[in-house]
């Protein structure tokens, strides 16, 4: 129990065997962000080693408390354990998640059952779950698997989803140099989810990325 002061010894003990590399990323108020310069900038935004050979590499947000990261399982399989900053035996005991496989084909293991995940294919997981693990199929050619969190008060099922099942846009235009294609995986069109919305937006040739028109969105956490 955090709240008291003591600290369960079966959930210490997993917390410190934890095989996630983490970091705490805090909230800054927006007008001091007028104040940083880019050192700054890319060190309070910037998540810069996102997929590692063998390891999971994650940040843990304090916007929404948010989880962000990736795993690339290589010559072993990974398991997405949780630490210090959940305050939670597992990753997903009051959270949910999202990945996208971004690699070589791979497969996601949720409490034992198994989910192939090719090029662009996404995974969508409700709170609850105990253990989720990732692994290639080709060490040559591994698997990528961006990954999505939030804090959830209810669990959904457990739903692959293969990019033809996503739901497409076509936005930008050549003029604005800004053409791309945005699917959204975790919507909910496509699945059911507590909080999270995830997608993949690929750029068409000779666009790039851009925030034009000017715009925010606004969180929805609550």
């Not at 009051?94 to 662009?120: C, H, M, P, Q």
Request: some cysteine; aromatic content about 10%; proline content about 5%.
């Amino acid at each position: 129990n955090f709240s008291e002061g003591t600290i369960d010894m079966n959930m210490l003990a997993v917390i410190l065997a934890t095989t996630v590399n983490f970091t705490t990323q805090t909230a800054c108020h927006p007008d001091d962000f007028k104040h940083y310069d880019t050192a700054t900038i890319r060190s309070r935004f910037v998540m810069e080693k996102v997929m590692e050979p063998d390891r999971i590499n994650v940040t843990y947000t304090l916007y929404d408390r948010f989880v962000y990261g990736g795993a690339m399982p290589v010559t072993k399989d990974l398991d997405l354990d949780s630490f210090l900053e959940l305050k939670a035996e597992n990753f997903l005991d009051r959270r949910e998640l999202g990945v996208i496989n971004v690699g070589g084909s791979g497969v996601v293991t949720v409490d034992g059952e198994e989910y192939a995940l090719d090029f662009k294919e996404a995974l969508y997981v409700g709170c609850g779950k105990k253990k989720v693990g990732f692994k290639s199929n080709d060490a040559k050619n591994p698997a990528k698997f961006y990954i999505n969190s939030c804090p959830a008060h209810r669990p959904c099922p457990t739903v692959l989803i293969p990019m033809d099942k996503a739901r497409y846009n076509h936005l930008g235009s050549q003029e604005t140099v800004n053409e791309r294609i945005l699917r959204q995986y975790v919507h909910p069109a496509v699945c059911e989810s507590c909080q999270l919305s995830m997608g993949m937006t690929v750029l068409e040739p000779g666009s790039v990325w851009n925030t034009m028109p000017a715009h925010t969105h606004e969180r929805r956490m609550e």
